[in-house]
């Protein structure tokens, strides 16, 4: 009898704790949302309450098609939130809609989840080419379609982000943020597309995703330490780009970055590291690029100190920004350009321990083999095969 009791009052007490640890489901249609129709009210009103909730919740957003103007999905919040996304979610099309330069952001939240086989489509097509968005100037007056800022200790899995008018996702001020299994769509025509941008920020990791845009596919700007960007496949779009740097004061060092395990197809760059010229001081250091596969992409290998688009500086004066211990490993596959390797420093700090080992980049081109270029590399270590010879002479200038 005392036995069964005992069995009795132990089941008990495992359904407690399961009812205890049990996430609590906020669904946007018990707020009125309805398909095809505009939920902005309705699902604010869901993640106030989730966020309020004394305990793991979530904000359900079921499958079907919803409307949603700006939104900021703001905490702290009293427990773990996830923000659960099935249905397409579809951004205002009118850019004069917008306000500020974000359409949905998530901000000081601390153990957060985005998640779903839903999509965030940003509906691009109407603001792309408009004025603010041309080839010589940046989308300033565009929103960013997903903004993570002061976030901490989360994840952002599944989802999918479309046709954003800006940048599809931004991350500032974040730590221990990642992003796994997402995929960002947009044609390689639309301007200033980033599929990830990441600022001041740490360890933050991008595995497993798969983005095709118009700009960069991962962009790290300053005070970007310890990134992972791992199993990325990535193309059409720019590349994976560490930059541009140098541009405005007291910019913060980036350092830490891996770039291991990716796919780069048909892209304007592969890897690169891009530095303003006449730049303000900083540093960018201990960078790894590896194991990476080029197919058909231009200048596959690029260190760039002297980035200056539409003739915004004056690209004779050197760039102030330090570049020391970057390794290029293992990158294999085919130029679009002659040139597959390109590492120009600045004439005023020599990149230092610069390694390149194992490459091997054939060019595409009938007019030759492929062809590298360095200049103002101090010592720089060349190991195992290299196609093309790269380094193996180095041009270094006076300082200016």
């Given amino acids: 009898m005392g ?9 008990l007490l495992l359904m407690l704790v399961s009812t205890a640890n049990a996430t609590h489901v906020f669904d946007v249609r018990n707020y009125g949302a309805k398909p095809n129709s505009d939920i902005t009210k309705a ?3 869901a993640w ?51 306000k500020g330069d974000c359409w949905i952001s998530f901000g000081k939240i601390d153990h957060l989840t985005v998640s779903g086989k839903g999509d965030f489509d940003g509906q691009g097509q109407t603001a792309w080419g408009r004025s603010g968005c041309s080839k010589n100037s940046y989308c300033v007056h565009l929103p960013i379609s997903l903004r993570f800022d002061f976030v901490t200790n989360s994840i952002v899995r599944d989802i999918t982000s479309k046709n954003s008018k800006q940048f599809h996702i931004n991350v500032f001020g ?18 200033n597309t980033d599929g990830i941008h990441i600022g001041r920020s740490t360890n933050i990791k991008v595995i497993n995703s798969k983005i095709s845009t118009g700009d960069d596919c991962i962009s790290l700007g ?13 193309g059409p779009g720019h590349g994976i780009s560490v930059g541009s740097l140098g541009k405005y004061k007291n910019e913060q060092p980036v350092s830490g970055v891996r770039v291991i395990g990716c796919t780069l197809t048909n892209t304007q760059t592969g890897v690169r590291i891009k530095t303003w010229p006449q730049s303000y001081p900083g540093i960018a250091t201990d960078m790894r690029f590896e194991n990476i596969v080029m197919n058909n992409v231009d200048n596959p290998i690029l260190i760039d100190q002297g980035y200056c688009p539409w003739n915004q500086c004056k690209s004779q004066l050197p760039s102030n920004i330090k570049i020391s211990k970057v390794i290029f490993k293992s990158i294999n596959g085919t130029s679009r350009t002659k040139e597959a390797v390109e590492i120009i420093c600045s004439a005023a700090l020599p990149c230092r321990n610069l390694e390149l080992r194992d490459i091997n980049l054939k060019y595409n081109g009938k007019d030759g083999p492929a062809t590298s270029r360095c200049v103002n590399v101090n010592n720089p270590l060349i190991g195992g095969y290299q196609n093309p010879p790269a380094c193996a002479i180095t041009t270094l200038k006076k300082k200016v």
Avoid at 3 to 11: A, F, Q, W
Avoid at 227 to 233: A, N, R
């Fill in 43 to 45: 699902v604010t009103r």
């Fill in 3 to 11: 036995l069964e009791l005992n069995v009795v009052t132990i089941s």
């Fill in 222 to 234: 300053d005070g970007s330490r310890d990134i992972l960007i791992k199993g990325v496949i990535c």
């Fill in 174 to 191: 974040s730590q221990n943020l990642t992003f796994d299994h997402v995929t960002i769509i947009a044609p390689h025509n639309s301007p």
């Fill in 48 to 98: 106030n309450d989730a966020c309020a909730y004394q305990g793991s919740s979530k904000v359900l957003v079921p499958t079907a098609t919803y409307r949603v103007g700006t939104i900021n999905f703001l905490g702290p919040c009293k427990g773990p939130i996830e923000f659960n996304v099935l249905g397409s979610i579809q951004s205002p099309g009118d850019p004069k809609y917008f």
